[in-house]
């Protein structure tokens, strides 16, 4: 067995659960002998009896009474040294322990307990005077009920023995020494270390070598002990190597050695020794593991229960003779995980150790002044909470627990009496003696079932009750440790929470403190927040009501509190990403809500009206920023306040925009937490109501820019997009597009993405402009991937968008036609030449537009459209001045463009229907246009197709109220006239120019 440091990294695994008996012990603390002659702990004297080759036959063993109340003797013969000899001696074999040995464990039960004021505040008012008062039970002996022995006149199982002789003192130490230097292999070399440790522990009083030793070479012994610790079977008991370390550190404990108390290494293997025999399987799981890989003839129960005997005792040599109560302080922090356990014989094991513990105290400590145990309150708590224990053995060494607890608050209340103050002394022993008169008919009662008399709501409203008016903080303190306990126990979380939750929002500074200073364990905050975020996620589970839950708003309240608090920091961490998808869709639920539309219970409010500035909304938008800045998020935060993104999210309208930024934020400064967000989303997005699942998808899409989105399978992204475009909500339909949108910028998508091309394409009839913007904006990414048949329907559709009011609509409606025309391959180019001269005339007017993006973007792709042509543009059209600014440009774009399309368009009619267009210089540009072109056409032409029908539209527009569309209306219909009455449209060129008021240059 190597003793290096690095060994310490080993643990010991936890074990299934099993019920198990457990043997009940008292420790006694041997009583100093001075210099020639050497104090026998009772641990020591165990372990003389255990390692005595003699069988104890059955009949001579004395019963123990574990209810009786008297100690059972036990004959003490033989040293420490003898016994180790003979252990040594028996362990040659395997069959070191009889499997028909008996073990007697002396037991002390009081049939007597009292029940006493558990309140520790006069605690807080003893003057510093005080600090050297030395009470014991020999002061109080007019107190019925309460038999206590001091242990320090007690006289009982000790005995006298010679020194050890300096020779064996070297020996033992040069033994010792050999072990730090080298390493153990085998059992009986393990032993007989812990035999020489513990026979050395003996010679502490006057030996001053033996001690120099000890305390020099602490930081060994207890790495030693460590690793032998770890290196026992974490699932079985075969060995009492186990057992005999939990001697070892009792002897030195006993000679104020205290190997489990002070530094980190320390308390490490401290919390090592109570897991390794607490988390052993139970006694009948030992047993069925014996009977199927039998060793030997050893009797696994019995060594067990020696095991578990020497542990309670070792437990018990920290405490008796500490007066202050500091070590009972440490010992229950290292058990209290256990008394919490999930697992029965974990559970049942713990609750035996500190039923010990407690009984060892109320029997045996002088208490003295100042007193240093904090954790009183959460010890009584604790013990009355597994009173009500389903396991029965558990709730039965709990309610022994508790008469001990009951012994030793009376004594604390007592010492906390000032002698000189006779008539509170008077008063203190009358009340005292009252409490215990009506113990012995109520104790029955209270451990059967602790919460027949109070049960945990009534206790909660006592508690929020007082709150009020106690000031001193360390009592404050002590009560909210007592809701911690009870809220971090599974059985009474909601419990705790429902009574919590009904009280009056904003919670007042007394409840506030609650929620803020909770105290528990990491495991425990995860379950309570987990718990009080579902009671608020379940409202969003509902079917929409007429009124909202008062428990949404309790909650949401109660989660800024603790957030505030940042007591549960690590869960909210932990739990970040359903808080805050959580808190958004509370914030959705708000929108627009006072209290009145709240469901408040009846009574709530009997003493205050709600304040009119109180509303749901505040509530759920205060959590949410704190949550932010709780874990971190501060940029996140900036982003929202800068771009105004609080009042977005708290808006009707803007809701959605307002989740989308903040899902851009966190995607941009926290990828990571960005993803875990996703992921959460994935199986909540068809949970819910619709406000539920249009915020959860709003964050959703927005999220799957994140490279991690390619990794999710189509089913729960682009097969449930193409549910979403066919929704009859228009803001699905809109999500679906964007979430499309994000995924199409990952190039691994686009083959899936593909197959909703249909959809999409249809979407670009919508009559929401946002729809139809997310559709091109799809479609841009996708258009020079698409077959011939989509593409041609599409730019069809699009044609239709040439000119909408929506100027962004039209402004990319005319780009993705333009990027359309660019993708058609060459043995399609035929088949789509109409579309494309169709599109010319619309093109070459909305260049003339007053939105100069629009125009932009109409002589761009008129470019695109006249290169697919094969045609060189004249420079003219690039112009940005308006046509009826230059007439001699737009003649020389009109010639160009009427001889172009001469035999395959009829320009002039389709120029003549954008006169009705709704805005001013589209109208101007088209009849403009028309005059032009009557003039350059043949005329002859003109007069077949007959100008009634020109003529009759130009006239309508004579009455428009814009001059100078009547001006140029009224010159392009005498041009019409003209071009239909005169072959020579040559010798009309200078009165063009002379009734348009312009020069020819």
Known sequence: MPLSRRGRGSRLAGSRAATSNLPRATALSPKSAGRGALSISHAQLLTRRRHSSEQVPPESEPRADFRSGKWLQEPATGDARDSR???????????????????????????????????????????????????????IPDIPGLHCEPLSHSPRHLTQQDPLSEAIVEKLIQSIQKVFNGELKGELEKLKFLGD???????????????????????????????????????????????????????????????????EDRAELFSLTIKSIITLPSVRTLTHIQEIMPNGTCN???????????????????????????????????????????????????????????????????????????????????????????????AEEAAEGIHSL?????????????????????RALTKCREFLELHSSAAKCFYNCPFRIAQVPEIMGVICAQLSIISQPRVRQQIINTVSLFISRPKYTDIVLSFLLCHPVPYNRHLAEVWRMLAVELPSTTWILWRLLRKLQKCHNEP?????????VAATDALYEVFLGNRLRAATFRLFPQLLMTLLIQIHHSIG????????????????????????????????????????????????????????????????????????????????????????LVPLLNRGNDKHKLTSAGFFVELLRSPVAKRLPSIYSVARFKDWLQDGNHLFRILGLRGLYNL????????????????????????????????????????????????????????????????????????????AIKSVKNPDKKSIENQVLDSLVPLLLYSQDENDAVAEESRRVLTICAQFLKWKLPQEVYSKDPWHIKPTEAGTICRFFEKKCKGKINILEQTLTYSRNPKLPIRRSAVLFVGLLSKYMDHNELRRMGTDWIEDDLRDLLCDPEPSLCIITSQTLLLVQMARAEPKPKQRVNWLQKLMGRSSA
């Open 744 to 819: 199409v910028g990952h190039q691994e998508m686009r083959e899936d993405i593909k197959s909703l091309l249909p959809y999409i394409v249809d979407s670009l009839r919508e009559t929401d402009e946002k729809i139809v913007l997310s559709a091109i904006q799809i479609l841009l990414q996708l258009v020079r991937t698409m077959d011939f048949t989509t593409l041609a329907a599409m730019t069809r559709t699009l044609f239709s968008l040439f000119g909408d009011v929506r100027s962004d609509v039209h402004h990319f409606s005319v780009t993705l036609f333009g990027a």
């Open 544 to 552: 929409a009501q007429e009124k909202m839950a008062y428990v949404a």
């Open 406 to 426: 009951l012994h030793i608050t009376l004594r604390l209340k007592y010492i906390t009496h000032d002698k000189k103050d006779q008539q509170n002394l008077k």
């Open 593 to 680: 809500l006072t209290m009145s539309d709240v469901d408040i219970p009846s009574g709530l409010y009997t003493e205050q009206e709600v304040p009119s500035e109180v509303t749901p909304l505040c509530f759920a938008m205060q959590a949410t920023k704190t949550l932010l800045l709780r874990t971190c998020c501060l940029q996140e935060f900036n982003i929202m306040e800068k771009n105004k993104g609080w009042a977005l999210l708290g808006g009707k309208d803007g809701h959605l925009q307002g989740v989308f930024l903040l899902a851009n934020a966190l995607l941009e400064r926290n990828r990571l937490l960005a993803q875990k967000v996703m992921y959460l």
């Open 197 to 263: 440790l513990s026979s050395l522990s003996q010679a502490l009083p006057y030996d001053e070598t033996a001690k120099s030793f000890i305390h020099s070479h602490i930081a060994d012994i207890v790495h030693t002990l460590n690793v032998l610790v770890q290196e026992e079977r974490p699932h079985s008991l075969s060995s009492s190597v186990r057992q005999e370390v939990f001697v070892t550190i009792a002897d030195l404990s006993y000679q104020d050695v205290h190997l489990l108390l002070g530094s």
């Open 300 to 394: 696994t129960e019995c060594l067990y229960r020696q095991t578990f005997q020497a542990f309670s005792e070792m437990l018990q040599s920290l405490v008796v003779k500490d007066p202050h109560l500091e070590n009972l302080d440490t010992i229950i922090k290292h058990l209290d995980p256990w008394l919490q356990s999930v697992k029965d014989h974990e559970r049942e094991r713990a609750t035996a150790s500190m039923a010990q513990i407690l009984k060892c105290l109320s029997k045996h400590l002088n208490l003295k002044l100042p007193l240093r145990f904090q954790r009183l309150g959460h010890l009584v708590a604790l013990m009355a909470l597994l009173c009500g224990d389903p396991q029965e053995k558990v």
């Open 85 to 139: 000899q003979a252990l040594r001696a028996r362990m040659s074999s395997k069959h070191r322990i009889c499997s028909q040995e008996e073990v007697v464990i002396p037991c002390a039960y009081d049939s007597d307990s009292e029940s006493v004021d558990l309140e520790l505040s006069n605690l807080e008012t003893i003057k510093k005077g005080s600090s050297s008062i030395e009470l014991t039970d020999l002061d």
